[in-house]
T-cell receptor, first 112, second 115 residues
Framework: TQLLEQSPQFLSIQEGENLTVYCNSS?????LQWYRQEPGEGPVLLVT?????EVKKLKRLTFQFGDARKDSSLHITAAQPGDTGLYLC????????????FGTGTRLTVIP | GAGVSQSPRYKVAKRGQDVALRCDPI?????LFWYQQALGQGPEFLTY????????KSGLPSDRFFAERPEGSVSTLKIQRTQQEDSAVYLC?????????????FGPGTRLTVT
């Protein structure tokens, strides 16, 4: 089993604050993705990182893939209430299997 | 264009009943996945189809779970003799090709509650 642990599990912050969510594993992944899921909906892809050490930015969100491709982080600058949701990391392992291994999730609440 | 749709959105079943959950993937998508998401957890892989072929069913938790995609489009996940531990959201996803790491598009899920 490819285990992806996310921390923190829950995060409640004020609008305008910065935050970082971590996704860690003892396994190596060929690529890693971040999703956001809102209540009653399926996960929606935010970004895919492929190369060790890669950094991608999406507006106020910055994603980083660890050098060893075992971990990743998501940093949000100046959080807004619209950022509220469940953030999931997910990876494709190195066997070439098509299914995603999802992390345990981080539930973010941004208070106006 | 239309995304992935699932029906029913909510299903309540008494323990021991059989249920069937439907997934309509994005038209033309080759790959279809089923995931199970327990409350407050990330989704867990159940099974994978490429067209009508079920290439991976390693995530199905027991032989009470059965999935099919007979014509390579619509898929049905069937759970026989439901148990309380089957209560979860069942997510379907499709992707355009059979290439690993291709983007998966998720449906809204079916929330199954077994009483």
């Amino acid at each position: 089993t490819q285990l992806l642990e996310q921390s923190p599990q829950f995060l409640s912050i004020q609008e305008g604050e910065n935050l970082t969510v971590y996704c860690n594993s003892s396994s190596v992944f060929s690529s890693l993705q971040w999703y956001r899921q809102e209540p009653g909906e399926g996960p929606v892809l935010l970004v895919t990182v492929v190369t060790g050490g890669e950094v991608k930015k999406l507006k106020r969100l910055t994603f980083q893939f660890g050098d060893a491709r075992k971990d990743s982080s998501l940093h949000i600058t100046a959080a807004q209430p619209g950022d509220t949701g469940l953030y999931l990391c997910a990876g494709f392992d190195q066997t070439g299997a098509n299914n995603l291994f999802f992390g345990t999730g981080t539930r973010l609440t941004v208070i106006p | 264009g239309a995304g992935v749709s699932q029906s029913p959105r909510y299903k309540v079943a008494k323990r021991g009943q059989d249920v069937a959950l439907r997934c309509d993937p994005i038209s033309g998508h080759v790959s279809l996945f089923w995931y199970q998401q327990a409350l407050g957890q990330g989704p867990e892989f159940l099974t994978y189809f490429q067209n009508e072929a079920q290439l991976d069913k390693s995530g199905l938790p027991s032989d009470r779970f059965f999935a099919e995609r007979p014509e390579g489009s619509v898929s049905t996940l069937k759970i026989q003799r439901t148990q309380q531990e089957d209560s979860a959201v069942y997510l379907c996803a499709s992707s355009e090709t059979g290439i690993s790491s291709d983007e998966q598009y998720f449906g809204p899920g079916t929330r199954l509650t077994v009483t």
